[in-house]
């Protein structure tokens, strides 16, 4: 990406930060939720291994004038006060920013570069669980027994990226959480986040020439049907030990 489009994407990065809903008042408050944001962000930005590792690399002057070079940061809040401030705010808000992101790739012509086999771009579908405990839960918890008889808890996520053979980059689209469903007894599953994903988001993106990549679990014919009828190609693959669980071979 060149230095404009960078600077292009941290501008509209910063303005929905900007937006971000804040239930507090007083004057400072807006550029307190932008610091609160860019400092959560710049944790996975840098990658580094912890968030006290990044305060720590922060309060180094050149890891703190990177990220203020970078993403403009004005101060970055302590750990606690930036979960205080962002544990409230509900994940679509940042939404937008995925898609600008993707648009400007796409008028830089920077998106072709990513298109590989049959001239398609590669969609791989994969789940991430991102909270995980055997004692900690809530209402709106994934649950599994373990062989412990013990229930872990967790919540996941579907992550759908555009990726290319031989490229470590990969273009993050918005994301679809797996969580229990108003009127579902059935637990939601990665599968079921994957179609709504699909019904949500597929006119959207079809016009683009998809190929969507998925292992098992996705490999099920009410998900076929649903990308057909939104128009993505797809290679699902059923994996070699599924196929002799249900052929009994
Ligand atoms: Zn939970």
């Known amino acids: 990406m060149t230095k404009g489009s960078f600077a292009t994407v941290v501008d509209s990065f910063r303005a929905t930060l900007s937006s971000l809903p804040d239930k507090r008042t007083g004057k400072n408050t807006r550029y307190e939720m932008l610091d609160a944001g860019l400092g959560a962000f710049s944790v996975f930005f840098t990658q580094t291994p912890s968030f006290l590792a990044h305060q720590r690399k922060m309060a180094d002057t050149k890891g703190r004038s990177n990220a203020q070079t970078l993403f403009g940061v004005h101060q970055v809040p302590s750990d606690n006060h930036i979960r205080e401030l962002l544990d409230g705010i509900s994940p679509p808000v940042l939404y937008p920013v995925f898609d600008s992101i993707l648009q400007l790739l796409q008028a830089t012509e920077q998106l072709s570069s990513f298109r590989s086999f049959a001239d398609n771009l590669l969609m ?114 059923v994996c070699r030990s599924h196929i002799k669980r249900s052929t009994n071979i």
Do not use: M
Not at 199 to 228: A, K, M, N, S, W
């Open 124 to 237: 791989p579908l994969d789940g991430t669980e991102y909270f995980s405990s055997t004692k900690i839960h809530c209402a709106h918890c994934s649950t599994r027994v373990l062989k412990s008889g013990e229930t872990h808890y967790y919540h996941s996520v579907v992550t759908p990226v555009i990726a290319c053979p031989g490229r470590s980059e990969v273009i993050p689209l918005v994301p679809e959480f797996v969580v229990p469903q108003d009127g579902h007894d059935k637990q939601d599953c990665e599968n079921a986040a994957a179609k709504r994903w699909f019904v949500q988001y597929g006119p959207r993106y079809r016009d683009l020439r998809i190929t969507v990549l998925g292992d098992d679990l996705y490999c099920r014919q009410p998900l076929c049907e649903r990308l057909l009828t939104e128009q993505f190609n797809f290679i699902l693959a």
